[in-house]
Protein backbone atom coordinates (compact mmCIF):
# COMPACT_ATOMS: atom_id res chain seq x y z
CA UNK A 1 0.00 0.00 0.00
CA UNK A 2 2.76 2.40 0.84
CA UNK A 3 4.86 1.63 -2.89
CA UNK A 4 1.18 2.34 -4.14
CA UNK A 5 1.34 5.51 -2.55
CA UNK A 6 4.32 6.98 -3.14
CA UNK A 7 4.35 5.70 -6.78
CA UNK A 8 0.80 7.68 -7.15
CA UNK A 9 2.11 10.74 -5.29
CA UNK A 10 5.57 11.15 -8.06
CA UNK A 11 3.14 10.65 -10.85
CA UNK A 12 1.03 13.15 -9.22
CA UNK A 13 3.67 15.43 -8.68
CA UNK A 14 5.31 14.89 -12.26
CA UNK A 15 1.70 15.45 -14.32
CA UNK A 16 1.31 18.64 -12.35
CA UNK A 17 2.46 21.66 -10.64
CA UNK A 18 4.76 24.16 -13.08
CA UNK A 19 8.58 24.68 -13.04
CA UNK A 20 9.78 27.96 -13.87
CA UNK A 21 12.89 29.25 -15.23
CA UNK A 22 14.52 32.72 -15.88
CA UNK A 23 12.62 34.15 -19.00
CA UNK A 24 14.22 36.75 -21.21
CA UNK A 25 12.12 40.02 -21.95
CA UNK A 26 8.71 39.90 -24.38
CA UNK A 27 11.29 41.94 -26.51
CA UNK A 28 13.72 39.33 -26.94
CA UNK A 29 11.46 36.69 -27.68
CA UNK A 30 9.70 39.24 -30.13
CA UNK A 31 12.73 38.98 -32.33
CA UNK A 32 13.90 34.99 -31.61
CA UNK A 33 10.43 34.25 -32.97
CA UNK A 34 11.80 36.41 -36.27
CA UNK A 35 13.57 33.66 -36.98
CA UNK A 36 15.75 35.58 -38.92
CA UNK A 37 19.05 34.21 -40.36
CA UNK A 38 21.96 33.34 -38.00
CA UNK A 39 24.97 35.67 -38.14
CA UNK A 40 27.96 34.88 -40.82
CA UNK A 41 29.38 31.42 -40.62
CA UNK A 42 26.79 29.95 -38.11
CA UNK A 43 23.42 28.01 -37.75
CA UNK A 44 21.05 29.08 -35.52
CA UNK A 45 20.10 26.31 -32.72
CA UNK A 46 16.00 26.51 -31.29
CA UNK A 47 15.83 24.13 -28.73
CA UNK A 48 12.24 23.94 -27.24
CA UNK A 49 10.10 22.42 -24.45
CA UNK A 50 6.59 22.43 -25.02
CA UNK A 51 5.25 18.59 -23.45
CA UNK A 52 2.27 18.23 -21.54
CA UNK A 53 3.88 15.64 -18.74
CA UNK A 54 6.81 17.02 -16.60
CA UNK A 55 5.44 20.46 -16.59
CA UNK A 56 7.02 20.49 -12.39
CA UNK A 57 10.57 19.42 -13.91
CA UNK A 58 13.27 21.24 -14.94
CA UNK A 59 16.47 19.76 -17.59
CA UNK A 60 19.17 21.06 -18.46
CA UNK A 61 20.51 21.59 -21.78
CA UNK A 62 23.90 21.44 -23.58
CA UNK A 63 25.25 22.17 -27.15
CA UNK A 64 29.06 20.41 -27.62
CA UNK A 65 29.21 20.77 -23.35
CA UNK A 66 28.17 24.47 -22.98
CA UNK A 67 25.27 25.01 -20.88
CA UNK A 68 22.36 26.37 -23.06
CA UNK A 69 19.86 26.42 -20.09
CA UNK A 70 17.59 24.69 -17.80
CA UNK A 71 13.79 24.55 -19.78
CA UNK A 72 11.16 24.47 -18.06
CA UNK A 73 7.65 24.23 -19.81
CA UNK A 74 6.71 26.34 -22.52
CA UNK A 75 9.92 27.82 -23.43
CA UNK A 76 12.54 27.84 -25.82
CA UNK A 77 16.11 28.56 -26.45
CA UNK A 78 17.88 30.50 -29.41
CA UNK A 79 21.57 29.84 -29.71
CA UNK A 80 24.08 29.79 -32.71
CA UNK A 81 26.48 27.32 -33.33
CA UNK A 82 29.22 27.24 -36.18
CA UNK A 83 28.29 25.85 -39.57
CA UNK A 84 29.37 23.05 -41.73
CA UNK A 85 29.90 20.85 -38.11
CA UNK A 86 28.82 18.02 -36.15
CA UNK A 87 27.39 18.94 -32.72
CA UNK A 88 26.55 17.02 -29.84
CA UNK A 89 23.02 18.19 -28.21
CA UNK A 90 22.41 17.11 -24.50
CA UNK A 91 19.49 16.36 -22.14
CA UNK A 92 19.36 15.63 -18.35
CA UNK A 93 16.82 12.68 -17.65
CA UNK A 94 16.28 10.09 -15.56
CA UNK A 95 19.89 8.20 -14.78
CA UNK A 96 21.95 9.56 -17.48
CA UNK A 97 22.43 12.27 -20.21
CA UNK A 98 20.14 11.55 -23.57
CA UNK A 99 22.26 12.73 -26.63
CA UNK A 100 21.81 13.13 -30.33
CA UNK A 101 24.23 14.35 -32.50
CA UNK A 102 22.96 17.20 -35.52
CA UNK A 103 24.91 18.42 -38.74
CA UNK A 104 24.26 21.87 -39.45
CA UNK A 105 24.39 23.96 -42.43
CA UNK A 106 25.37 27.53 -42.51
CA UNK A 107 22.93 29.82 -43.07
CA UNK A 108 20.26 27.22 -41.50
CA UNK A 109 17.87 27.47 -38.69
CA UNK A 110 17.43 24.50 -37.05
CA UNK A 111 14.75 23.04 -34.47
CA UNK A 112 15.09 20.51 -31.36
CA UNK A 113 12.24 19.49 -29.12
CA UNK A 114 13.34 18.90 -25.77
CA UNK A 115 10.56 15.96 -24.43
CA UNK A 116 9.74 14.54 -20.94
CA UNK A 117 8.77 11.09 -20.69
CA UNK A 118 7.97 9.02 -17.40
CA UNK A 119 10.27 7.14 -15.76
CA UNK A 120 10.77 4.52 -13.07
CA UNK A 121 11.52 7.36 -10.60
CA UNK A 122 11.35 10.36 -11.94
CA UNK A 123 11.22 11.93 -15.46
CA UNK A 124 13.34 11.63 -18.05
CA UNK A 125 13.96 13.65 -20.84
CA UNK A 126 15.18 13.00 -24.91
CA UNK A 127 15.77 15.53 -27.68
CA UNK A 128 14.22 14.82 -31.52
CA UNK A 129 14.78 17.24 -34.48
CA UNK A 130 12.08 18.52 -35.67
CA UNK A 131 11.07 19.87 -39.38
CA UNK A 132 11.69 23.94 -39.84
CA UNK A 133 7.64 23.99 -40.45
CA UNK A 134 6.90 22.44 -37.03
CA UNK A 135 9.43 24.27 -35.02
CA UNK A 136 8.04 27.50 -36.08
CA UNK A 137 4.54 26.31 -35.36
CA UNK A 138 5.45 25.40 -32.16
CA UNK A 139 8.29 28.30 -31.22
CA UNK A 140 5.69 30.88 -31.72
CA UNK A 141 3.29 29.38 -28.96
CA UNK A 142 6.32 29.65 -26.71
CA UNK A 143 8.32 32.18 -24.61
CA UNK A 144 12.05 32.31 -24.57
CA UNK A 145 14.29 31.49 -21.45
CA UNK A 146 17.32 33.52 -20.35
CA UNK A 147 20.47 30.92 -21.17
CA UNK A 148 23.47 30.15 -19.54
CA UNK A 149 22.29 28.54 -15.96
CA UNK A 150 22.65 24.73 -16.09
CA UNK A 151 21.59 23.02 -12.38
CA UNK A 152 24.13 20.17 -13.40
CA UNK A 153 26.93 19.16 -15.16
CA UNK A 154 27.81 16.66 -17.79
Not at 45 to 55: A, C, E, P, T
Not at 95 to 124: A, C, D, W
Amino acid sequence: MKIFTATALVTALLLTGCASVDMASKEESAKAKTFAPPSAGNAALYIYRNSMVGKALKKDVFVDGKCVGETGPDVFFRTEVAGGKMHKLDTESEFSPNTMSLLTETGKNYFVRQYIKLGVFVGGANLEPMTEEEGKADVLKLDLAKGGHCSGTL
